[in-house]
């Protein structure tokens, strides 16, 4: 969950109880390989022979009390640890270092206090300075991002932010969001904003996004293309608003999580609810007052409708994209046809995109209504399925199918698309298919799959389209 991957929306991370337990035992790995180097290094008065670079020789100092000229005491009150160093490493490897030990302002100091970074991301840190060795995790990697920022390692904050960018999902996109505007990261902005649009729906009902600030809650309601049910984004802001009465110490009642929200409430579109959704859920929720439940019921019903703080123009939301695979299409007497086999493709992208469904085609006897199951998969393990009903009306088109909410899928990996239908047995099916398409920014390339028991293959069959967003 998110909240376990990223505890906390601060600037600096707190370490959850579980990244406690990581953080300790890769502690006293360190200090136990480093307790191995100290030991050769006394018990023998060359001990530089014994390694033969200078990375090597270089590394032997990490977290190690040899010839350390300054110490550093690490991490909150009550969470402390105090770590060896040597100004010269540490001034090679950071230009902060190097003002604070030669600079023109430098202090003569043997132990300087950091309790503003928590001890295994000093480390992490450390060691990247010492070893050119780059050691992450996700229960830590936050705080290490913000050492290395702290301290102007660029390339150790680079190497975070790419971790961050291929841990990103659903379920942290929001946190993740929040933390990359705090460390002025436009590039993961960018990527969090392209989860949340896509799978706003999975994104708002995450536990991360109850963690948030206020100012990325407001960036979130006011965004125009969430691909989400107002509804949902409406129950999202209340549960937000409940989380943060806890955070203020308040009782969550209506008019405690009625203060939260603030002015965000106006971001949230309720005018532009179906009004089912409206009079079972906004209105009954006691979170709008009298006078704004009675005028939005008017938007709704009346001719001369009134003027609302709400916004009334509905989210563009995103448009779907198509992969179309086949060059024609056709049909012939008694050539494809339906017994509960399973119709697969493997697919490929060179770019992240999330996908909806699948395009597919229908009955070449006229119109029909077929019953459909589909499925995704990664390395065999199903990823997302429905069984869905779809209607054709006998021509060659492509009817699209979609999946309960747009999967992410990672670049350069193979996946499985798979549906087994049910109706008509006769139907088109796609022919002169394509082993690479280029969809806008996005190629995608196709290859045979062995789930395919129906005839469907790279060059012809079922499954003609996908259909995603990038």
């Known amino acids: 969950m998110a909240a376990e991957l990223f505890p906390t929306k601060k600037l600096v991370p707190s370490a959850s109880a579980s990244s406690t337990t990581t953080s300790s035992s890769s502690i006293q790995q360190q200090n136990l390989t480093n307790n191995n180097r100290t030991t050769a290094a006394q018990g ?4 530089q022979g014994l390694f033969p670079t200078i990375r090597e020789r270089n590394s032997v100092m990490f977290n190690n009390e040899i010839m350390a000229d300054v110490h550093f005491v690490v991490g909150p009150p009550g969470g402390t640890q105090r770590v060896p ?7 090679v490897g950071s230009s902060v270092f190097h003002a604070m030990f030669y600079g023109e302002l430098a202090e003569d100091q043997e132990e300087i206090r950091i309790p503003d970074v928590e001890p295994p991301s000093f480390l992490a840190m450390l060691k990247y300075i ?3 060795e780059i050691d992450l995790c996700a229960d830590t990697v936050l705080a290490t991002l913000y050492a290395a920022k702290k301290y102007i390692v660029p390339h150790l904050a680079r190497a975070c932010v790419n ?7 659903a379920k942290n996109a929001c946190v993740l969001l929040s933390q990359s505007c ?11 904003w392209e989860v949340i649009d896509a799978q706003a729906e999975l994104a708002l009902r995450s536990e991360g996004f109850c963690d948030i600030d206020t100012q990325t809650l407001e960036s979130i309601l006011r965004r125009e293309t969430l691909n989400a049910k107002e509804m949902v984004v409406f129950e999202a802001a209340l549960n937000w608003a409940e989380a943060e009465c806890q955070r203020q110490d308040l009782t969550p009642t209506i008019a405690n999580k009625r203060l939260m929200l603030g002015k965000a409430i106006y971001l949230i579109r309720i005018p532009t609810m179906v009004l089912e959704d409206f009079a079972n859920g906004a209105a009954q929720s006691g979170v709008l007052t009298l006078n704004e439940t009675n005028d939005i019921f008017l938007w709704y019903t ?3 409708k009134p003027e609302l703080l709400f916004c009334t123009k509905p989210r563009k939301g995103l448009a779907p994209q198509r992969c179309h695979r086949f060059q024609s299409c056709a049909y012939r007497s008694n050539q494809w046809r339906y017994r509960g086999r399973c119709d697969s493709i493997q697919f490929a992208v060179d770019k992240r995109v999330f996908i909806a469904g699948f ?3 229908g009955s070449s006897c006229g119109s029909a209504e077929y019953s459909a199951k589909i499925e995704l998969k990664r ?4 990823m997302a399925q429905r069984h869905i009903k779809y209607f054709s009306d006998g021509s060659s088109s492509t009817f699209p199918v979609s999946f309960d909410y747009p999967v992410q899928i990672e670049p350069d990996t193979f996946y499985t698309a798979s549906v087994v239908l049910d109706g008509n047995e006769l139907s088109y099916f796609g022919q002169e298919g394509m082993t690479e398409v280029q969809c806008g920014k996005v190629t995608f390339q196709f290859q045979c799959s062995s789930d395919s028991t129906n005839g469907t293959g790279v060059q012809g069959g079922q499954i003609p389209e996908l259909i995603f967003y990038a």
């Open 163 to 169: 971790f961050l960018e291929t841990s990103l999902s």
């Open 130 to 132: 010492y070893c050119d």
């Open 182 to 192: 705090l460390f002025e990261e436009p590039d993961l902005t960018q990527r969090c």
């Open 359 to 361: 395009g597919l085609y």
């Open 85 to 91: 160093g040597h100004k010269y490493v540490l001034a």
């Open 302 to 304: 009346a001719a001369n």
């Open 379 to 382: 390395q065999g393990v199903s």
């Open 44 to 47: 023998c008065c060359s001990w």
